[in-house]
């Protein structure tokens, strides 16, 4: 059986984590989303919002389970038995910070490996900091974030 996890922030999750989960959930026996507790920015939502928003989006794939992770990301995966770390890749610009992490986690841990997934193109220009900004001056986000998480937005930013 091969596990591989889906690493983020998901501050909050949104349609292009979605369709990469979505993909890679059709390759591999299980997928684990790692939620990790103290991302680089300071998070708009709390670590238990976060989760339950992830959860809710993806509660009917039966082969999808999620859970959070504080420390290092290879020591997440260890623990899960997984093998293959998934990042989603959208542009050029994501991949020298990408190949970084890659690079030192296979330093860290030489049996995970990295695999890439190319972000499908209507959603190549999407993030989390958009979403949050668009929602924050009332713009419509509707499609860019799975329908939970477009109210969560709406009353976290009320
Ligand atoms: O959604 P993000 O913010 O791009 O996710 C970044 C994440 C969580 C994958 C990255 O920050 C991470 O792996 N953090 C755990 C700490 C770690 O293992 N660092 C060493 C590898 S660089």
Redesign the pocket.
């Known amino acids: 059986m091969i596990v591989a996890v889906v ?4 501050d909050p999750i949104t349609a292009g984590h979605m369709d990469i989960i979505k993909r890679v959930s059709n390759l591999y026996d299980k997928v684990i989303i ?1 939620v ?1 507790v103290n ?3 300071k998070p708009l939502f709390s670590l238990e919002d976060r989760v339950k928003m992830v959860k809710e989006a993806i509660r009917d794939n039966k082969k999808i389970e999620v859970d959070s ?1 504080n ?4 020591e997440f995966v260890k623990k899960h038995g997984a093998r293959v770390i998934i ?1 989603g890749l959208r542009a050029v610009s994501d991949f020298e910070h990408e190949f ?2 890659a690079q ?2 296979r330093r ?1 841990n030489s049996d995970v490996e990295t695999m890439f997934v190319m972000a499908s193109p209507e959603y190549a220009y999407l993030s ?1 900091s958009v979403v949050k900004e668009i929602a924050q001056y009332g713009g419509n986000i509707s499609g860019l974030v799975p329908p939970n998480v477009d109210e969560s937005l709406r009353d976290a930013l009320a």
């Open positions: 690493p983020g922030s998901f790692g990790v991302p680089s920015k992770f420390g290092l990301l290879v990042r970084q992490m030192l986690n860290l989390s």
